[in-house]
T-cell receptor, first 119, second 114 residues
Framework: GAGVSQSPRYKVTKRGQDVALRCDPI?????LYWYRQALGQGPEFLTY????????KSGLPNDRFSAERPEGSISTLTIQRTEQRDSAMYRC?????????????????FGPGTRLTVL | AQSVTQLGSHVSVSEGALVLLRCNYS??????LFWYVQYPNQGLQLLLK??????LVKGINGFEAEFKKSETSFHLTKPSAHMSDAAEYFC????????????FGSGTQLTVLP
């Protein structure tokens, strides 16, 4: 019973570089979520998937951000041409159910996060 | 739009004292409400959730919260604080018909004094 894992745990990059953040959800979990958490704030929604389908990407701040989950398991969040304002903790979560009504009350299990610092 | 407000970014209590962390929500439809705890260098862990069944919800580690529709509140309480309760606590909301993402408050850092 491993939990949600994320890699790398820490990433330092220079402005203008691309970064890829990985999330490995709990085995069998259908839904996967990406959040961004600034210092002193709660997590803010970025995007979520049911299986391999991206259901909502309304939280992605601009077109430099993209995410994929090609086989319905591991997901990658990619940030192109990073900027200093992208520095934050990026958190992934997974839940068991898909997008049925009952899924609104499903527990989202969070990973430890990736701390991204853009110099 | 739904939102969550946590009053008090920092709360200090003495060991053995009552813990009260405040959360108020704004939602035009019935909400689902959650409390998460975050320990340093760890992911957020669910403490408890309100899913429109019982209004008094009991969670892990002796925490509980009461949903009060008239006050649009979901405050988190624990009768007796323990040193291990020191952490950051987040209230979150979602509702049926939304995109199912959680909307979080800004968090409350709980310090437990010996």
């Amino acid at each position: 019973g491993a939990g949600v894992s994320q890699s790398p745990r820490y990433k330092v990059t220079k402005r203008g570089q691309d970064v890829a953040l990985r999330c490995d959800p709990i085995s069998g979990h259908v839904s996967l979520y990406w959040y961004r958490q600034a210092l002193g704030q709660g997590p803010e929604f970025l995007t979520y998937f049911n299986y391999e389908a991206q259901q909502d990407k309304s939280g992605l701040p601009n077109d430099r951000f993209s995410a994929e989950r090609p086989e319905g398991s591991i997901s990658t969040l990619t940030i192109q041409r990073t900027e200093q304002r992208d520095s934050a903790m990026y958190r992934c979560a997974s839940s068991l159910e898909s997008g049925r009504t009952s899924g609104y009350t499903d527990t989202q299990y969070f990973g430890p996060g990736t701390r991204l610092t853009v110099l | 739009a739904q939102s969550v407000t946590q009053l008090g970014s920092h709360v200090s209590v003495s060991e053995g004292a009552l813990v009260l962390l405040r959360c108020n929500y704004s939602s035009s439809v019935p909400p689902y409400l959650f409390w998460y705890v975050q320990y340093p260098n760890q992911g957020l862990q669910l403490l408890l959730k309100y899913t429109s069944a019982a209004t008094l919800v009991k969670g892990i580690n002796g925490f509980e919260a009461e949903f009060k529709k008239s006050e649009t509140s979901f405050h988190l309480t624990k009768p007796s604080a323990h040193m291990s309760d020191a952490a950051e606590y987040f209230c979150a909301v979602t509702f049926s018909g939304s995109a199912r993402q959680l909307t979080f408050g800004s968090g409350t850092q709980l310090t437990v004094l010996p």
